[in-house]
């Protein structure tokens, strides 16, 4: 089967690329498979992409380069068209509701189509009315799934197929070190000033430890400020980028996701097949959609005192090393449903039964 991945870079740092590239990896090992970027904004994609994967892109946003067209989103649709009008594959999944209108729209007639979604619906009048002509949708999570097929009144069939991680076995974590480690975009959503300040308390009492901040965004000014507004400078510590999140994570005793939403959810994935135990937020769009309180991780409720209670949870694993390996033990079986081979073979019989 000769699938292709439709995204719109595979170049940036974004877990919803990570998990399309871990997928691609996996399939790629018994299919043809292709990464179709609209956009290429750097050199080299932020994460690696196996040589047995397929990559192009559309148009080269990297910087320095000069286009006679310019890069507004009219010029996008333009070269996603034309790709789509000469695209030949068996299966094409999309991974934004903008480009599974234009697959639904544009891609030839034959070809199973499927939209790939990490986020609950905004159901305005294109995915309406294009959505009936996709084959499927895929939902990441179980809540995501039925809030589509609600918003698409049965339409289009609707499955649900988690994200996967690397086909190549993760590091695991020794849980010896005094490190609380915390990944991915440095925006508003992420919530990590709300990490910074219930650290704040856990250093007052724990000064041995240390928290480590990865990754890289609009909000790394304001963060630092906190940090020395605070007087964690030899507390908290910014790690920068890194490809290999999981690498980092095996070195700390627990991961902190202090996301006011968390999709598609990688981070958290990342973190339980290291086998780290995971400390989050309760909400909607938060780590209960992947992990457990109790069993693979500790969640804490959202509103009045919330720092304070993120950090007496924070403290209580600190203090306790036999609960944090018993929940170190359960992230790694919740982790199992993550596995490459087991999320590739659900894809398989989804675009199996729907391939002519």
Same mark, same amino acid.
């Given at each position: ?21 871990? &997928?691609?990896?996996? &399939? ?19 994460? !690696? ?15 320095? /380069?000069?286009?006679?067209? !310019? ?25 934004? !509701? ?10 030839? /007639? ?110 790394? /000014? ?20 890194? !490809? ?113």
């Amino acid at each position: 089967m000769k699938i292709c991945f439709l995204v719109p870079s595979a170049y940036d740092m974004r877990g919803d690329v990570r998990a399309v590239i871990n &997928l691609a990896a996996e &399939l790629a090992l018994r299919h043809e498979v292709e990464i179709l970027s609209v956009r290429r904004t750097r050199e080299k994609p932020f994460f !690696p992409v196996p040589d047995r994967v397929g990559l192009r892109w559309l148009i080269d946003h990297r910087p320095g /380069k000069r286009s006679l067209l !310019p890069r507004g989103g009219v010029r996008a649709e333009v070269e996603v068209w034309r790709a789509l009008r000469a695209l030949r594959c068996d299966a094409l999944v999309t991974t934004r !509701p903008a480009l599974a209108v234009q697959a639904a729209r544009h891609a030839p /007639k034959g070809m199973v189509r499927v939209a790939r979604e990490w986020t609950r619906p905004a159901v305005p009048n294109p995915i309406r009315r294009h959505y009936p002509r996709l084959s499927a949708v895929v939902a990441s999570t179980e809540r995501t799934r039925e809030e589509w097929r609600r918003a698409l009144d049965e339409a289009v069939p609707v499955h649900h197929i988690p994200d996967a991680l690397p086909v190549d076995p993760l590091p695991r974590s020794r849980l010896d070190n005094r490190i609380v480690s915390a990944g991915g975009r440095w925006v508003p959503v992420k919530g990590f000033d709300r990490l910074i300040r219930a650290f704040a308390i856990v250093a007052d009492k724990r000064p041995d430890w240390r928290l480590r901040l990865y990754g890289g965004g609009s909000e790394e /000014k304001r963060l630092r400020g906190l940090v020395a507004e605070l007087g964690l400078h030899n507390h908290v510590f910014f790690m920068g980028t890194t !490809p290999d999140l999981p690498g980092e994570f095996a070195k700390a005793s627990i991961v902190a996701i202090p996301s006011l939403a968390e999709t598609p959810g990688m981070t958290v994935i990342e973190a339980l097949g290291c086998g780290v135990p995971v400390l989050g937020f309760e909400g909607r769009r938060g780590p209960e959609d992947f992990i457990t309180s109790g069993r693979d991780g500790v969640l804490v409720p959202e509103g009045e005192g919330e720092i304070e209670a993120y950090a007496a949870a924070m403290l209580a694993l600190i203090d306790d090393e036999r609960r944090r390996r018993a929940l170190a033990a359960g992230a790694l079986e919740t982790a199992a449903g993550y596995a490459a081979s087991a999320v590739a073979a659900r894809w398989e019989r989804v675009l199996d039964d729907l391939c002519p």
